[in-house]
Nanobody, 121 residues
């Protein structure tokens, strides 16, 4: 089973940008869907964006228009480009893989360490 490790988080001012990476331990060419999630302090984890092996993308809520999800099969890595960051984007961000766009919404799964994103006002 392919393991996923998140990185790229940090501290950024409001209006700034960050690019998160999700590196796979093996080939991602067989992974159908990858999703980025986040969990803010005191809140439930939520799906932010997802991308299929065919390049179809889906964004949830405030991520629309500001975040871009992508995947590079040659590098076995998925990315989340986040622009116009706001303090409410502060959270631990996670990535996960699943078989379908419906199943990627399932929050009952094993999670990695995630990467912390902090946006100051």
């Amino acid at each position: 089973q392919v393991q996923l490790v998140e990185s790229g988080g940090g501290l950024v001012q409001a209006g700034g940008s960050l690019r998160l990476s999700c590196a796979a331990s093996g080939s991602i060419s067989s992974i159908n869907v990858v999703g980025w999630y986040r969990q803010a302090p005191g809140k439930q984890r939520e799906l932010v964006a997802a991308i299929t092996s065919g390049g179809t993308t889906a964004y949830v809520g405030s991520a629309k228009g500001r975040f871009t999800i992508s995947r590079d099969n040659a590098k076995n890595t998925m990315y989340l480009q986040m622009n116009m960051l706001q303090p409410e984007d502060t959270a631990v961000y996670y990535c996960a893989a699943d078989k379908t766009l419906i199943r990627i919404y399932n929050l009952t799964r094993s999670w990695g360490q995630g990467t912390q994103v902090t946006v100051s006002s």
